[in-house]
């Protein structure tokens, strides 16, 4: 259905996208016909479709034609809407859904990542890419996280924060940490990433586990001590001399891939 009009009431759900965050509002947005194809496999259910007329053909030739309203419109058009010049030309809106529940994630995930105060969105989206990418099971955010379902963590994580479980633990800045037990009692080794010096090697800290849960801070000041004294282990990546950290996605990725190789390990 072709609108002209920019002030055109069905597209509100994707109005101003440079200025509101409509995660606020209860939607998820997705830019990009990956991301969208993304969304449409997911749990999220699609409100509309938004596009330009060959972009909405390509789209529905590779990936079929979603169950929700499709809307055609011109470059120009969307830009007005969306509040810039939206060069991919498409971009789609989807309720939020109930998150699964922690008791369900520990049933049958084996690699678990838990975030502790990552507020920055990109990281946020970085780390879930990484993680699809790596095999991890679920993402499980403590106090202080970013919402996943931000825009800009959707764009960020290639769509992946659609697709792999996450849930949120419950309790505040010092409290929450108790309900890492219930990890703890599904047989989850807990370990903290930390640049102290003295803790383990990280491969030595995954040697050997079965389930595992990697806990990764907020970008500069890490874990607080409440988290880490909550974990069975406390590991550090090794680094060059004269270097101290990394970017917590980037840190993220890389226990994930020590955490792969542990696996390939237990399996030879």
């Known amino acids: 259905m072709l609108i002209t ?3 055109d009431p069905r597209l ?7 200025k509101s965050d409509k995660s606020g509002e209860g939607l998820v947005i997705a830019e990009g016909p990956l991301v ?4 449409a496999e997911s749990r999220f259910p699609m409100r509309c479709l938004v596009g330009f007329p060959k972009k909405l053909e390509a789209y529905i030739s590779e990936y079929g034609e979603p169950e929700c309203p499709i809307y055609e419109v011109s470059r120009e058009t969307l830009a007005e809407v969306a509040g810039f010049d939206m060069h991919r030309g498409l971009v789609a809106a989807a ?3 109930a998150e699964p529940r922690v008791g369900e994630i520990l049933e049958s995930a084996k690699t678990i990542a838990v975030l502790e105060g990552v ?3 990109e990281n946020i989206g970085a780390i879930f890419r990484h993680a699809a990418g790596m095999g991890v099971d679920a993402v499980l955010l403590g106090s202080g996280a970013a919402d996943p379902l931000y825009r800009r963590s959707v764009r960020v994580s290639m769509g992946h924060v659609l697709r792999l479980p996450f849930a949120h633990l419950e309790g505040g800045f010092t409290t929450w940490q108790r309900s890492l037990q219930a990890l703890a009692d599904a047989s989850f080794t807990l370990i903290s990433l930390t640049p102290n010096p003295q803790a383990v090697h990280l491969a030595e800290a995954m040697r050997g586990v079965d389930k595992v849960a990697m806990l990764v801070g907020a970008e500069g000041p890490g874990l607080t001590e409440h988290a880490m004294r909550a974990t069975d282990v406390r590991a550090r990546i090794p680094m060059a001399p004269g270097t101290d950290s990394l970017n917590v996605a980037t840190a993220a990725a890389i226990a994930f891939y020590e955490r792969q190789r542990s696996l390939s390990d237990l399996n030879v």
């Open 12 to 18: 509100d759900d994707i109005r101003n996208l440079n």
């Open 5 to 7: 009009d920019p002030a």
């Open 119 to 121: 507020g920055d969105h």
């Open 36 to 39: 969208v194809s993304r969304l």
């Open 95 to 97: 309720d939020r859904a």
